[in-house]
């Protein structure tokens, strides 16, 4: 899940998969909320605290060229029908994470690449969040993986651009 922003407590983010309007999801410890970039609006809440929903929602409205252009950056170069299917399993092997697809394909990748996960221990790796099915969570841990990553050599696509 590509994260735009971590500011005050709140991460900033769409998912691999979202769907237009261009939004974006705001989390932190109490829950989470989704927020059309253009114009700036709450449009669901689960959980997040009033107070943090307007300092979401500044702001998104102060960075919301910059979100646009993450948010047409990433999906314009997505083959978006790739991800018709999502992770329904995750699972460790002695050097990798492999996630399973509903349609049956496997990926994995090297978790040299992720410290967080190879020194992390079997509690902290099983307590894994699949979300939406576009990508993995570790709340132990405050580490995420889009399952586009899994994949990018499939999809071709340019990396983002940092805020």
Same mark, same amino acid.
């Given at each position: 899940?590509?994260?735009?922003l971590r500011?005050?407590?709140?991460?900033?983010?769409?998912y691999s998969?979202?769907?237009?309007?261009p939004?974006?999801?705001?989390?932190?410890?109490?829950?989470?909320?989704?927020?059309?970039?253009?114009?700036?609006?709450?449009?669901?809440? $689960?959980?997040? =605290?009033?107070?943090?929903?307007?300092?979401? #929602? %500044?702001?998104?409205?102060?960075? +919301?060229?910059?979100?646009? /252009?993450?948010?047409?950056?990433?999906?314009?170069?997505?083959?978006?029908?790739?991800?018709?299917?999502?992770a329904v399993?995750?699972?460790?092997?002695e $050097?990798?994470? =492999?996630v399973?697809?509903?349609?049956?394909? #496997? %990926?994995?990748?090297?978790?040299s +690449?992720?410290?967080l996960l /190879?020194?992390?221990?079997?509690?902290?790796?099983?307590?894994?969040?699949?979300?939406?099915?576009?990508?993995?969570?570790?709340?132990?841990?405050?580490?995420?993986?889009?399952?586009?990553?899994?994949?990018?050599?499939?999809?071709?696509?340019?990396?983002?651009v940092?805020?």
């Open positions: 899940m590509p994260e735009l500011l005050f407590g709140l991460r900033f983010f769409f998969n979202d769907h237009i309007p939004h974006i999801h705001v989390r932190n410890s109490d829950g989470e909320a989704r927020f059309t970039i253009e114009p700036v609006s709450c449009i669901e809440n $689960s959980g997040l =605290k009033n107070k943090d929903l307007y300092l979401a #929602e %500044a702001i998104i409205e102060e960075n +919301k060229e910059i979100f646009m /252009k993450r948010w047409n950056e990433f999906f314009n170069h997505l083959n978006m029908s790739f991800f018709e299917f999502k399993k995750v699972w460790f092997t $050097s990798e994470i =492999k399973l697809l509903s349609d049956g394909r #496997e %990926a994995g990748l090297s978790l +690449k992720f410290p /190879k020194n992390a221990t079997d509690q902290q790796k099983n307590n894994v969040e699949i979300i939406k099915g576009y990508a993995l969570y570790w709340p132990d841990l405050g580490e995420d993986l889009s399952i586009a990553g899994f994949f990018e050599s499939e999809l071709s696509r340019k990396p983002l940092n805020l």
